[in-house]
């Protein structure tokens, strides 16, 4: 069986694929009442470069890991692209979407670990 972990990690390595940025890893495992156990939160400069991201997510976990999200929500705007992965779920935000969101903020009880952007 494959940890959660280790899924989280599969996912921050497709986003990093395709150069998705401020990514932040959200865990919510110690919270009673958390809908998951982890978040998996970053953003795209674009809607071309949201889609990329998300589907990147999608492929390389599938390749990596062989496991494919339960669903997937907001290919259609690209503004915010949401994959549920059972105990994890990734959001793939537009900046501003995000910001106006801003998710990681209502969960700031939980631990959360920013991963440095790539170059």
């Keep these: 069986m494959i940890e959660n972990e280790q ?10 694929d395709r150069k998705g940025k401020e990514v932040v890893v959200v ?16 953003e ?5 470069h949201v889609n990329s991201v998300a ?3 999608k492929d390389w976990v599938r ?7 339960y669903a997937t929500d907001g290919f259609e705007n ?20 995000r910001a106006f969101y801003d998710i990681e ?6 631990e959360i670990k920013r991963i440095e952007n790539l170059l």
């Excluded at 865990?27 to 970053?42: G, R």
């Design 27 to 42: 865990n919510l495992t110690k919270l009673k009442e958390a809908p998951c156990s982890y978040f998996v939160i970053c």
């Design 63 to 69: 390749d990596h890991i062989d496991i494919k999200p």
């Design 55 to 57: 589907i990147s997510v």
């Design 44 to 48: 795209g400069d674009s809607n071309v």
């Design 78 to 97: 690209c503004e915010w692209i949401a994959m549920d992965y059972g105990q994890i779920i990734v959001h793939v935000f537009q900046r501003q979407t």
């Design 105 to 110: 903020h209502l969960w700031a009880d939980a």
């Design 7 to 16: 899924i989280v990690n599969e996912i921050v390595e497709g986003i990093q």
